[in-house]
């Protein structure tokens, strides 16, 4: 394979009203140059991270990235991406029948709202990949920070070659 997909394109060709309304800051990030000065000015009004679930120190570390300009465009260059270039690079892969040939481990958020718009990100996948495995987390949209014990055992049995069931 040529590229791995990254799910762009998959998402757009999906995009129902309930999506664009929900998700709206997709195509409002994606914009050149026209959010940057819009979150920079007030980083609290678009970032809304919680303390309590991430940990302090990671609160702290996300808080001060998040304000840090750079860091901002640098987060808003991948939703551009993903309307643009990625998007073009998955269409080509479909196009020429290309798969992912490695094993798929899909991960998502159990309090978010992927599943409620698109069901089964596993099965989703599977139009992609040979070897496709996940689950959910419990967590909200800041896997990572809110659950990074379910995410490093998931990680961990994938390359350890633990099949997910």
């Known amino acids: 394979m040529s590229r791995v997909a990254s799910d762009a394109a998959e998402h757009l060709s999906r995009i129902t009203a309930e999506f664009a309304t929900q998700w709206w800051h997709w195509?409002?990030?994606?914009?050149?140059?026209?959010?940057?000065?819009?979150?920079?000015?007030?980083?609290?009004?678009?970032?809304?991270?919680?303390?309590?679930?991430?940990?302090?120190?990671?609160?702290?570390?996300?808080?001060s990235a998040t304000r840090n300009p750079d860091v901002v465009r640098a987060m808003l260059e991948d939703y551009r991406a993903g309307l643009t270039i990625d998007r073009r690079h998955e269409e080509d892969?479909?196009?020429?029948?290309?798969?992912i040939q490695c094993p798929a481990l899909i991960l998502w958020s159990l309090r978010d709202d992927l599943e409620d718009l698109y069901g089964d990100p596993v099965k989703i996948w599977q139009q992609w990949a040979e070897d496709v495995r996940g689950h959910g987390i419990d967590a909200g949209h800041h896997v990572a920070e809110e659950a990074p014990e379910a995410l490093a055992s998931s990680l961990a049995d994938l390359f350890d070659g633990r099949r997910e069931q």
């Not at 026209?34 to 991430?54: K, L």
């Not at 892969?93 to 798969?99: K, L, V």
């Open 27 to 63: 195509f409002f990030f994606a914009q050149p140059d026209v959010p940057e000065p819009v979150i920079n000015a007030d980083p609290d009004s678009w970032y809304r991270g919680d303390p309590r679930s991430m940990g302090q120190e990671k609160y702290d570390e996300w808080h």
């Open 93 to 99: 892969d479909r196009a020429a029948g290309n798969r």
